[in-house]
Structure formats: C-alpha cells, structure tokens
C-alpha cells in the first residue's frame, strides 16, 4: 500500500469558495430586492419565533434559549433558533435575520458534495454541489425564512450518512 500521496483539496477549496460567494449573492439580493416588501404569513410567524428565541437567548443565556425552544410549539425549531443565534448581532433587523439563514444554503453544497463525494469523483462532485445550489428551487427557497433550505442540508446530509455508512446498499 505505502503512504498516502498528499492531494491538494482543490474541489473543496472552489466550492467553499463559491458557496460563500453565492451565499453573499444571495444576502445582497435579500437586502435589496426585499427591503420594504411585506412577509408572508409563514415567514412572519417564523421570524416572530426567532425573536422570540433570540430574546430568550439574551435575557437567559442558552439555558433561557433550550427553556423557549421546549415550550410546545407546532414548528420545528431549527431555522428560528439559527436566526435567534444571529439575534444578538442584529436584534430586529428582519432582512438581517432573513439572511442569517444563508447558513442552510452553505450546508445544502456542502451536504450535496459529500452525498455525491460517495459515488463520483472529486471534481463532478463539485460540478454537482454547484448545479444543485445554484437550481431555481434551491436559490428561491434560500432567500426566504421557510423551512425548505434547512430540510434540504439535513435530508442530504442524511442521505450521505447513511451512504457512508454504508446503511445504504
């Protein structure tokens, strides 16, 4: 076998890269194409948890923030409690929160890279983290406070679990 031949990680460093970048893109949109324009219904229940949460973070530390994601609630907490993360730094700035959520958008490449890292090579990994955040669907749903983003990074994530474990054959 013998040592392992050092590879330099270009795939990842180009897709690190231009997720980053396109989430900034996105952010930039979010600031200027939805500033003033109203929420819609769904959007302005979430964001009225994540303050909800942020404020709970604030006044009690993550102890006051497990107490208010505990309380019963038909929602599933995890994209207001990444925006009451961001909630500190921004306080109410709704687009602020809005964007804070880029973060699920980072995680959809990067969980699609290394569902796809288990069956193709490095590079068409990369070419194919890179058209699936760059689809319509996925770029839309990553400029709005819904859900969608975030079930998309955890179900590929998921998946390339599974996969790697090989749970999946």
Excluded at 7 to 21: C, N, Q
Excluded at 96 to 116: D, K, M, P, R
Aim: a positive charge; charged letters at 15%; aromatic letters at 12%.
């Amino acid at each position: 076998e013998g040592p392992r031949k050092f590879r330099w990680p270009w795939p990842e460093l180009a897709l690190s890269l231009a997720s980053v970048l396109l989430a900034a893109t996105n952010g930039w949109w979010v600031w200027t194409a939805r500033r003033g324009l109203p929420y819609s219904i769904d959007e302005a229940g979430y964001l009225q948890r994540a303050i909800r949460d942020g404020q709970a973070l604030l006044q009690g530390g993550p102890g006051g923030l497990l107490a208010a994601i505990r309380t019963p609630d038909i929602q599933a907490p995890l994209v207001p409690v990444v925006a009451a993360l961001a909630y500190p730094f921004v306080h109410t700035n709704l687009l602020e929160l809005l964007i804070s959520l880029q973060v699920f958008y980072v995680a959809t490449a990067v969980t699609t890279y290394w569902l796809a890292r288990q069956v193709l090579p490095r590079w068409w990994s990369l070419l194919t983290a890179l058209a699936v955040v760059c689809s319509a669907g996925v770029m839309d749903e990553s400029r709005s406070f819904m859900f969608a983003e975030a079930a998309t990074a955890m179900f590929a994530g998921a998946v390339a679990a599974q996969v790697a474990a090989r749970n999946g054959r």
